[in-house]
C-alpha cells in the first residue's frame, strides 16, 4: 500500500509492504522493518526496528494526529486508491465496460436492448438472489452493445452479463 504523508511543508512517500509474514515500511529509500495493534480508543502498540512504542492515533478523513512520549505530531494521509475510489466513473476512462453478476442469482428481465443509450445508474436488468430482486444499473452512460443474459437464465458471480461502451 503506498500512501503520501505531509507534515507542513514536507511530504514523504510511504510504502507498507509485508512479506513472508512481516511488515514493512519504505520511507524514501529506507526500509523500517514493523509491527503494530490496534488497542482500545484509538491506542496503538508498535513495534519499529526491534523498539516498541505506544502511541495514541486519531484519524479523521485523511487528517492524523499522533501522539506518543516524543509529543503530538500532525499528518495529512493521501492514498491515491482513495481518490480514485471517489472518482465518478463518468470521470474514468472511455470505452468498453462489462457489467458481470456479482452474486449467483437468475436473470428476471432485462430492460435494456442492444443499441440503446443508457445513463449511469438506469436500470439495466433484474437478478434474483436469495429470494430478493436485484436491480443492477448502469455503471457508467454509454450504448449497450452486447447482452448475454436473457430471462430465465441462471448466473454465477462474475458471469458476463452485458456490456455497455462510452
Known amino acids: 500500500m503506498l500512501l503520501e504523508i505531509?507534515?507542513?511543508?514536507?511530504?514523504?512517500?510511504v510504502e507498507i509492504v509485508s512479506d513472508a509474514g512481516r511488515r514493512k515500511i519504505r520511507l524514501g529509500g529506507t526500509e523500517i522493518l514493523c509491527d503494530w495493534i490496534r488497542l482500545?480508543?484509538?491506542h496503538y502498540s508498535l513495534i519499529l526496528d526491534g523498539t516498541v512504542l505506544d502511541a495514541i492515533v486519531s484519524v479523521d478523513t485523511d487528517a492524523c494526529t499522533v501522539t506518543s512520549r516524543a509529543g503530538t505530531f500532525s499528518f495529512r494521509i493521501r492514498d491515491p486508491r482513495r481518490a480514485a475510489a471517489g472518482k465518478?466513473?463518468?470521470?474514468?476512462?472511455?470505452?468498453?465496460?462489462?457489467v458481470c453478476a456479482e452474486m449467483p442469482g437468475k436473470i428476471i428481465r432485462v430492460t435494456v436492448h442492444e443499441g440503446d443509450t443508457v445513463v449511469q445508474d438506469?436500470?439495466?436488468?433484474?437478478?434474483?438472489?436469495m429470494k430478493m430482486q436485484n436491480d443492477i444499473r448502469a455503471p457508467k452512460s454509454g450504448v449497450v452493445r452486447e447482452i448475454a443474459a436473457t430471462p430465465g437464465m441462471a448466473v454465477n458471480t462474475g458471469d458476463f452479463l452485458l456490456s455497455i461502451e462510452s
Not at 122 to 129: F, R, T, W
Open 40 to 42: 482500545a480508543d484509538g
Open 88 to 98: 465518478k466513473i463518468e470521470e474514468g476512462a472511455s470505452g468498453l465496460q462489462h
Open 6 to 13: 505531509s507534515s507542513e511543508n514536507e511530504k514523504v512517500a
Open 122 to 129: 438506469e436500470s439495466l436488468l433484474v437478478l434474483e438472489a
